[in-house]
């Protein structure tokens, strides 16, 4: 560590985007004008939002683009349920350091499994990566080796609150005895809780 510290100078470079939604020229401005051009080693990529809206895509897209450089990135992002790369995130030369949605996905399984809850229904709203994570959902049951697994209704909720067409869709599940409800939305846990279900 002395000897790289003696032939290296170490210099932080600050590259802090929008709050919030930020667009293309943001982000090419960031890596071409200030990251590119002051030849970083390493770029880390950290979001404290768990806001699961176009904040969510933005990430993505500074993600994406920055990879292209060949840069390492680590990154932290707790919102990184709506990122869909089509490779490893090594390829990208990404570290991340948040749990991906597959991660999650595979503990939820997990859970299920232990609880022998092998009937579900799964609750999306149109966030990033819903449909997403209905798909990994899939994959991941037909992979398990537990047969017993049944999703008994998948259903999107359209509306930024708790509309009455999902609450009837949440009794109907219950009646078809699901056991556990898989919930993708931010802000579903709390409308479900308010319902009683």
């Known amino acids: 560590?002395?000897?790289?510290?003696?032939?290296?100078?170490l210099n932080p470079v600050d590259c802090i985007l929008p709050k919030g939604m930020f667009y293309p020229a943001h982000v090419l401005d960031c890596l071409c004008n200030t990251l590119i051009k002051n030849k970083v080693s390493l770029i880390v990529f950290v979001t404290a939002s768990e806001s699961y809206d176009d904040t969510t895509s933005a990430a993505l897209y500074f993600l994406h683009m920055a990879s292209h450089t060949g840069i390492p990135i680590i990154a932290w992002n707790a919102d990184n349920a709506g990122f869909s790369f089509n490779k490893p995130l090594s390829e990208y030369r990404i570290l991340q350091m948040a749990p991906p949605i597959t991660h999650q996905i595979k503990a939820m399984i997990?859970?299920?499994?232990?609880?022998?809850?092998p009937k579900f229904g799964i609750v999306t709203s149109?966030?990033?990566?819903s449909t997403e994570f209905l798909q990994n959902v899939q994959e991941q049951i037909q992979s398990s080796d537990h047969r017993s697994f049944?999703?008994?209704?998948?259903?999107?909720?359209?509306?930024?609150?708790?509309?009455?067409?999902?609450?009837?869709?949440?009794?109907?599940?219950?009646?078809?005895?699901?056991?556990?409800?898989?919930?993708?939305?931010?802000?579903?846990?709390?409308?479900?809780?308010?319902?009683?279900?």
């Open 150 to 197: 049944k999703n008994l209704q998948s259903f999107t909720v359209t509306t930024s609150l708790w509309d009455p067409l999902g609450t009837f869709k949440l009794r109907c599940l219950q009646l078809q005895t699901a056991v556990c409800t898989l919930l993708y939305r931010k802000r579903l846990i709390s409308a479900a809780d308010a319902e009683c279900l």
């Open 1 to 9: 560590m002395k000897k790289i510290a003696a032939k290296y100078t």
């Open 126 to 129: 149109k966030m990033a990566g």
């Open 110 to 117: 997990a859970l299920l499994k232990r609880y022998n809850w």
